[in-house]
């Protein structure tokens, strides 16, 4: 899916217009029916735009693996959801509203500010920052809880789909386990659609991310769209 482009679309329209307005001000016939032209070609962008701003809104909101930390924002499993959207004939808008780096507080401080608009899905991918830092699990809950309470407010029809997050044993057994269970517990809470583990088939597996270990490859991200799009597909339809 191509990303509506709110500052092209509306720099080409602009421009059509004072084009049209210059064409005018000469005065000649020709000059008219060209301006005509031009004036037909600018309504016809705002109409393609005002279309697309009508679409219903898929907004991913996550960390760096939203974001698409060390790929081409096309690469990122949000843009490849977004092509399996338009191969199926589905009109949605997605945004990706990854932030490298959030965590489930940063996160939190920022929904209201995001949900300025209403949205017709909501994709959570927060909390491996808090995992991998060893946050307070109850700190993890009440931040991912706090979220989906501010898009029930400001979107009280969206559907909320929240992906699972697995973590290294670092923190210890009982932190992973309980760390791992926490999705389901807020998935089942909220009555939001779960995505079992986002990274299934890609995590811990070198061929499949960066260097660090942490963040998928453009091969890695087209599995993780295939994760994503399983459990999306039948909502969208």
């Not at 490298?100 to 949900?115: F, N, P, Q, Y």
């Not at 989906?148 to 697995?166: E, F, N, Y």
């Not at 939001?192 to 270990?213: H, M, R, S, T, Y």
Request: aromatic share 6%.
């Amino acid at each position: 899916m191509k990303f509506l482009d709110i500052r092209q679309t509306l720099y080409s329209v602009i421009s059509g217009l004072m084009l049209c307005l210059t064409v005018w001000g000469c005065g000649s016939s020709d000059t008219k029916k060209e301006a005509t032209t031009t004036s037909d070609s600018a309504t016809a962008a705002t109409n393609s735009a005002s279309a697309s701003a009508q679409k219903p809104i898929i907004l991913f909101y996550g960390n760096s693996l939203t974001a698409g930390y060390g790929v081409e924002p096309a690469q990122a499993f949000p843009a490849l959801v977004g092509q399996k959207i338009d191969s199926a004939g589905l009109s949605y808008q997605v945004v990706n509203a990854g932030l490298s780096g959030e965590t489930t507080a940063g996160g939190k401080s920022r929904i209201s500010w995001v949900m300025r608009q209403p949205v017709a899905v909501f994709v959570l991918e927060l909390g491996g920052n808090d995992g991998l830092r060893g946050i307070p699990l109850k700190s993890t809950r009440d931040n991912l809880q706090a979220i989906m309470d501010t898009v029930r407010l400001k979107s009280p029809q969206a559907t909320i789909v929240l992906a699972g997050m697995q973590i290294p044993p670092n923190m210890g057994t009982d932190y992973t386990k309980e760390f791992r269970g926490l999705f389901k517990e807020l998935a089942d809470k909220n009555k939001a659609v779960l995505i079992p583990f986002l990274l299934e088939g890609v995590g811990g597996i070198p061929k499949l991310n960066q260097p660090d270990g942490i963040h998928p490859t453009p091969e890695g991200h087209k599995i993780v769209a295939k994760n994503v799009w399983k459990v999306l597909e039948p909502v969208l339809k």
